[in-house]
């Protein structure tokens, strides 16, 4: 894990968690939400990406075979009940086929790896908080939030085209990526696998988490 992680805030959110532990967990699909967050904070692709399949000059596809083809549609297209289908697929030219794999809702906490006071002020933030023992900070949280979400790590968001070819699909989960565009923002990412149904970002205060943290000053 990274040794420092940084968390862009507005001043007043700083020093509440500072005073009290107060944090807010937030949920993937939320920050799909571009008319909320801007398009700094928001993507509407977030937790997705494609594969996209197509045949230059059109062709045929024999679902009973085991080409790369049939196996796209076994999986993205076909049902359960029809992934023994013994039919034949025709693509006009141009054709294009697009999958798209969603992850399901997560709560996340997102920082970044280096901190930046251009990205920050793009954020809307004017001060920011160093984690500076992220595996207590995160252990302390998962403590508290034992009951809402099962603690899943912390990952480097990793900046690539979420539109791939079908024959080199991607291999990463959805909630681990964002498109290049977003590379400036040097994104890392604590998720939490929800144990029951997740319906709002959680708010919450974890006083244990304090200690593990302090404001940073460039």
Not at 177 to 183: L, N, P, S
Request: hydrophobic share 35%.
């Amino acid at each position: 894990m990274q040794k420092h992680l940084f968390k862009y805030l507005p001043k007043k959110y700083l020093e509440a968690f500072l005073l009290r532990g107060s944090l807010k967990i937030g949920t993937l699909h939320e920050y799909r939400k571009i008319e909320k967050y801007g398009e700094a904070i928001g993507d509407e692709n977030e937790g997705l990406h494609k594969t996209e399949l197509f045949l230059p000059g059109g062709g045929q596809i024999d679902l009973a075979s085991t080409t790369p083809e049939a196996e796209f549609f076994r999986k993205h297209v076909l049902r359960p009940d029809q992934k023994d289908s013994k039919v034949k697929i025709v693509l006009e030219n141009g054709a294009h086929l697009i999958a798209h794999s969603n992850s399901q809702d997560l709560y996340i906490y997102c920082m970044t790896s280096t901190f930046d006071e251009a990205t920050m002020k793009l954020f809307g933030c004017d001060t920011c908080l160093e984690i500076i023992r992220p595996h207590e900070f995160f252990a302390a949280i998962s403590r508290r939030m034992r009951h809402k979400g099962k603690f899943d790590g912390v990952v480097p968001i990793q900046y690539v085209n979420k539109t791939t070819h079908y024959l080199k699909p991607h291999q990463l989960h959805p909630a681990h990526m964002k498109d290049t565009e977003y590379a400036y923002q040097s994104e890392w990412r604590a998720i939490w696998v929800p144990t029951r149904s997740l319906r709002r970002p959680l708010l919450m205060e974890v006083p244990r988490a304090i200690r593990h943290c302090r404001q940073y000053v460039p």
